[in-house]
């Protein structure tokens, strides 16, 4: 098991940037694939990215793709979520989840597929 805390939240207008942090501490983080995912009032979980955990495979929602990045550094146990021309669609908390993988490419893009997740975070974004 991990333990999980995002930080980087905060309030932006529309067109800014954000960077979001989420550190995780436990005696393994390497085999572990990540994934950031939001939820807006009255709207389910859904996926925002997605790490393998050798960090060489991504995946994302359609509704950042070319807008947010994500990556981890496996020595400082951290992902990261770089936001991009923030939209007030983006407007959430947002989640960084945690969960063993056999496979150092893999990666997992629905909530269910974790078993580990940080308190969350919440990004508004102001028109």
């Known amino acids: 098991q991990v333990q999980l805390v995002e930080s980087g939240g905060g309030l932006v207008q529309a067109g800014g940037s954000l960077g979001l942090s989420c550190a995780a501490s436990g005696r393994t983080f390497s085999n572990y694939a990540m994934g950031w995912f939001r939820q807006a009032p009255g709207k389910e979980r859904g996926l925002v990215a997605v790490i393998s955990w050798r960090g060489d495979n991504t995946y994302y929602a359609d509704s950042v793709e070319g807008r947010f990045t994500i990556s981890r550094d496996n020595a400082k146990k951290t992902v990261y979520l770089q936001m991009n021309s923030l939209k007030p669609e983006d407007t959430a908390v947002y989640y960084c989840?945690?969960?063993?993988?056999?496979?150092?490419?893999?990666?997992?893009?629905?909530?269910?597929?974790?078993?580990?997740w940080g308190q969350g975070t919440q990004v508004t974004v102001s028109s």
């Open positions: 989840a945690a969960r063993r993988s056999n496979w150092p490419n893999g990666y997992y893009a629905t909530p269910s597929e974790y078993d580990n």
